[in-house]
């Protein structure tokens, strides 16, 4: 019986404790936990545009064959990847904020000490970065794969 209170005070002593803490740790985790997702979903977006530029090699080979400089190609490359981020901070914004607040209602249904705040510093610093990416990536994806003349790629890509 001794045991038992001791273990219960002993509990109680614990979360009396480290009762402000929970918050710092929520925030710890879900920090962490969106910053992975962010490294993925930013490595899934280089490894895309990689690909799409590499399988594009011809006709971009092509495009420059005819007429268009480097710079056309580079900008119109960089719209491809503002594109890009437009669709996915369109789907943040609806998709994403719908099911923050969903689970927002879950959480404070479980844990009474929940505020609602949506992240708006946070997503606008995010997003520009993401932006950023977005904008650099594609122009860098196409210097990596222009090394050779307009001529010596149109040949390789045939051959390939």
């Known amino acids: 019986m001794v045991s038992e209170i001791s273990q219960i005070d002993g509990i109680e002593n614990l979360r009396l404790t480290y009762a402000p803490y929970p918050q710092v740790t929520a925030d710890v985790l879900g920090t962490g936990l969106s910053v992975i997702l962010l490294l993925a979903g930013v490595m899934n977006f ?9 399988t594009r090699r011809y006709e971009l080979a ?17 719209m491809e990847g ?19 607040i969903m689970l927002y209602v879950i959480f ?25 990416i977005c904008l ?11 090394k050779l003349p307009v001529v010596e790629r149109l040949r390789i890509s045939e051959k390939g």
């Open 46 to 54: 280089i490894n895309t545009m990689v690909v799409n530029v590499s």
């Open 62 to 78: 092509i495009l420059e064959s005819v007429g268009m400089t480097k710079r056309q190609i580079k900008r119109m490359l960089s």
């Open 82 to 100: 503002c594109y890009y981020w437009g669709v996915s901070f369109s789907l943040v914004v609806t998709i994403g904020t719908a099911i923050y």
């Open 108 to 132: 404070s249904k479980v844990i009474s000490y929940a505020v609602f705040s949506y992240p708006f510093i946070p997503l606008a610093l995010v997003s520009g970065l993401v932006l950023l």
């Open 136 to 146: 650099i990536v594609p122009i860098w994806a196409y210097k990596a794969d222009i």
